[in-house]
């Protein structure tokens, strides 16, 4: 009777300590990160088993025990809580906090940047060559249909994901700012509206000056006149990409659907994805009279509202450009 005490009370005992270590070793600090970095990166990918998981983590050197972080997640009943993802590993994190890691699913956020002012070509030419995106290729979609801003994914997301949240976004963007438009603008649609943002958003790449931008387009669009933008002379010769070369007067009078010298009203579609700025001037536009602009010097321009003041203006740039080619000696 006293032996079976005692070996009851051995394990007992064998049992506590085990459960002890366990506990110790699992709230530990884990090895240092390799080559002095402060973190490591490991990826986790669906539906991985725990011991595959275990056998990277120690082979990434995040943990010196596969074994132990097993038992540890099972007998914590953590083992279905763990999620895939890429994950930045802190230098000599315990293994009960790496679990804690694993558990809540914070990946490491990649981004991918449109611009403002890229043609839909552009932007899904960024999206198709980013390393950290998967799937097929994309198709370019329609000019303008993408929103421009950064876009912040874990890895394994998609290109068709991607593009899909662009798109989506820019027509809950347009449709919102169309719905708040200030009354009487010459618009039939919204898509006139997105034609219109595109062109501003190529015109200046100062946000203050959009809405006056906006409200000389707007103001020739009522009275009939060319809009003679040169953004839509470049789109309408090389889809928006750089010329080489300063604008050449046949380009100016080149026939092309885009050439706003030659047609008159909008071009049939956008030139460019014009951002919230460029969407937002055109339906919300500053009051003004004026009916033209040109470059000031300064990286702005000079607007006017009479054909004069307008040659007044331009000579103005003139001398500023002849002043640039031949300075003084």
């Known amino acids: 009777m006293f032996r ?6 051995v394990l007992v005992v064998l049992a506590g300590g085990a459960w002890f270590w366990e506990r110790w070793n699992f709230g530990a600090a884990g090895p240092p990160a390799r080559a002095g970095a402060s973190e490591t990166v490991v990826n986790i990918a669906t539906g991985e088993k725990l011991s595959t998981i275990a056998a990277r983590l120690q082979g990434a050197g995040v943990i010196s025990n596969a074994l132990l972080f097993q038992l540890g997640v099972r007998l914590r009943g953590e083992r279905a809580l763990l999620k895939a993802g890429e994950y930045a590993l802190p230098s000599m994190v315990s293994m009960n906090d790496l679990a804690d890691i694993l558990i ?3 990946s490491i956020e990649h981004k991918i940047t449109a611009a403002e002012g890229l043609t839909s070509q552009m932007i899904v030419n960024i999206v198709n060559t980013d390393a950290d995106l998967t799937g097929e290729l994309q198709p370019v979609p329609d000019e303008g249909t993408l929103l421009p801003e950064t876009y912040f994914f874990t890895k394994g997301a998609t290109r068709k994901t991607i593009i899909t949240r662009m798109r989506e976004a820019q027509e809950k963007f347009l449709s919102r700012a169309w719905t708040a438009r200030a009354p009487g603008l010459p618009f039939v649609s919204p898509q006139d509206a997105l034609i219109l943002a595109s062109i501003v958003e190529k015109e200046s790449a100062i946000p203050e000056e959009r809405r006056h931008i906006a409200a000389v387009f707007l103001n020739r669009l009522r009275l009939g006149m060319k809009l003679e933008s040169d953004p839509t002379v470049i789109y309408g010769i090389s889809r928006g990409y750089p010329l080489g070369h300063g604008i050449r007067q046949s380009e100016l009078l080149g026939a092309t659907p885009f050439n706003t010298y030659v047609i008159s009203g909008l071009p049939p579609e956008p030139i460019c994805n014009p951002g919230k700025d460029s969407i937002s001037a055109v339906l919300n536009p500053r009051t003004s009279q004026d009916l ?9 321009h000079a607007f006017a509202s009479t054909k004069s003041a307008q040659d007044r203006n331009v000579a103005h740039w003139r001398q500023i450009e002849s002043s640039a080619l031949h300075p003084k000696q």
């Open 4 to 9: 079976v005490i005692g070996i009851l009370l």
């Open 104 to 106: 809540s699913g914070h």
């Open 292 to 300: 033209y602009f040109v470059a000031d010097g300064t990286g702005g």
